[in-house]
């Protein structure tokens, strides 16, 4: 089963606890041609997209993951890059779950910045180096039910958040920037949430993650051989480059081995 389903993982969850969760092939967050190159590589069944990369990188192509479906592969996103596309891509079969998921499926125009977050070098773990926007919104909006905070500022430290290069946002950037800027009536409420915030930030990305693990793990259809396709997709040249650059990149290791 481990083989025959791959998860594309990076800094919503920790390797070896979503592995407890769910026995897979885990590979870095996903490409553009990194789906190609799964499903090139031996036979797949299931395919989930948690965490994804972009910006130095080309980010995984609609096209390819629309490909893994008409192969009859079971394809699931949430937490992330995979919460982004399966919203984008549900219509089509791609099976989204949990809160991110659902928030970007209802969101009109939501940012694709609010899941981003700095994160090491692949061969280092690709581990946060920051925390998500969304999971800032969360955050101060459990503080100010809980009284720890008022509107005014919560609003504020959002605002600020978001003005923020998500390589730069972290709790403690937020903060630094709203005792610089916010008014000095506002500023004493920010070391009782630094506080706080310690030790009840949420963390829905994580959550996220381990509850789609879960769901798989469970899934009667694990099993299962896979369905028939579920609709045509033309291997137009976008997949055809990925395959290309698949023998490509395979003839240079070979070279060099």
């Known amino acids: 089963m481990s083989d025959r389903t791959i998860v594309f993982l990076g800094p919503s969850l920790d390797l070896d606890l979503a592995a407890r969760h769910l026995p897979a092939t885990y590979r870095p967050p996903v490409e553009q041609g990194d789906v190609v190159e799964a499903l090139s590589s031996g036979p797949v069944d299931t395919l989930v997209v948690i965490d994804g990369s972009f910006g130095k990188v ?15 592969v079971r394809v699931f996103g949430a937490a992330s890059m995979g919460a982004l596309r399966a919203a984008e891509l549900a219509p089509f079969g791609m099976i989204g779950h949990g809160f991110v998921y659902r928030w970007y499926r209802a969101t009109l125009l939501a940012d694709d910045d609010e899941v981003a977050v700095a994160m090491t070098p692949v061969e280092l773990g690709a581990r946060p180096l920051g925390d998500a926007l969304i999971n800032m919104r969360l955050t101060l909006r459990r503080a100010e039910r809980a009284a720890v905070i008022g509107t005014e500022l919560r609003r504020a430290l959002i605002d600020g958040a978001r003005r923020l290069h998500f390589l730069r946002r972290t709790y403690r950037a937020v903060f630094d920037q709203a005792r610089n800027e916010l008014p000095a009536s506002l500023v004493p409420g920010l070391d009782r949430l630094e506080a706080w915030v310690a030790d009840h930030a949420i963390d ?11 769901l798989v793990a469970q899934s009667p259809a694990k099993n299962e ?3 028939s396709k579920p609709f045509d997709v033309t291997e137009s040249w976008a997949i055809d480059l990925m395959q290309s650059n698949l023998w490509e990149r395979a003839g240079l290791q070979q070279s060099r081995s």
Do not use: F, N, T, Y
Request: charge should be positive.
């Open 58 to 72: 080309p980010a995984v192509r609609h096209k390819e993951l629309l490909w893994a479906l008409s192969k009859g």
């Open 204 to 214: 829905v990305k994580r959550d996220d993650a381990i509850s789609l693990l879960r």
């Open 225 to 227: 051989p896979m369905q």
